[in-house]
């Protein structure tokens, strides 16, 4: 008899457990909302970094005189160092190959070229909201990159700061302000 009482004891503890457990379980299974929340505050710093760049660039043209496009230090085209881009990087650089900016790579290129931003001068005048517009068009795959950077560096490219553009990359690893 004390045997019989022993295992519906046994029984009766088990299925408490059980369910105890399965609910437990359920409440703290969140992976859904947490993933939701990533993906929220990842725009949420997209979006903050847009606005830092556009009040800076609206205090750059209230503190300075207006100047015009002819008088900015911009390298033309026709001359393009590809010797001082590759003493700088250590490799060779082509003209207006977006992969130059940290956090680029060839699909993310392929990207731009479909929004017709096909050159460092273009990317450097794209807002960082136009960037992570690009970016979204790619899917979900494309989450994971902050463009807030990429117009910085294009411009550092644009202009020939090849070493400034390389020292920035190292001080900066994955593009991060």
């Keep these: 008899m004390s045997w019989l009482l022993l295992a519906l004891f046994?029984?009766?503890?088990?299925?408490?457990?059980?369910?105890w457990g399965k609910?437990?379980?359920?409440?703290?299974?969140?992976?859904?909302?947490?993933?939701?929340l990533q993906d929220s505050n990842a725009k949420l710093m997209n979006d903050l970094e847009g606005c830092k760049q556009k009040l800076a660039s609206q205090r750059t043209k209230a503190n300075t005189p207006e100047i015009k496009k002819s008088s900015v230090a911009v390298v033309p085209e026709a001359y393009f160092?590809?010797?001082l881009?590759?003493?700088?990087?250590?490799?060779?650089?082509?003209?207006?190959?977006?992969k130059v900016i940290e956090g680029i790579g060839p699909k993310i290129e392929k990207l731009f070229?479909?929004?017709?931003?096909?050159?460092?001068?273009?990317?450097?005048?794209?807002?960082?909201?136009?960037?992570?517009?690009?970016?979204?068009?790619?899917g979900d795959r494309y989450r994971i990159h902050?463009?807030?950077?990429?117009?910085?560096?294009?411009?550092?490219?644009?202009?020939?700061k090849w070493k400034a553009?390389?020292?920035?990359?190292?001080?900066?690893?994955?593009g991060k302000l």
């Design 23 to 36: 609910s437990v379980t359920d409440t703290t299974n969140n992976s859904g909302e947490l993933k939701m």
């Design 113 to 138: 070229h479909n929004f017709d931003i096909k050159s460092w001068e273009n990317l450097s005048e794209a807002s960082v909201n136009k960037c992570q517009e690009v970016l979204d068009s790619g």
């Design 10 to 19: 046994g029984i009766i503890c088990t299925i408490l457990g059980y369910l």
């Design 85 to 98: 881009a590759k003493k700088s990087f250590g490799k060779k650089i082509k003209l207006n190959d977006l």
């Design 165 to 174: 553009l390389a020292r920035w990359q190292e001080e900066h690893k994955a």
């Design 81 to 83: 160092n590809t010797e």
């Design 146 to 160: 902050n463009p807030g950077s990429w117009p910085m560096q294009a411009k550092m490219a644009h202009e020939g």
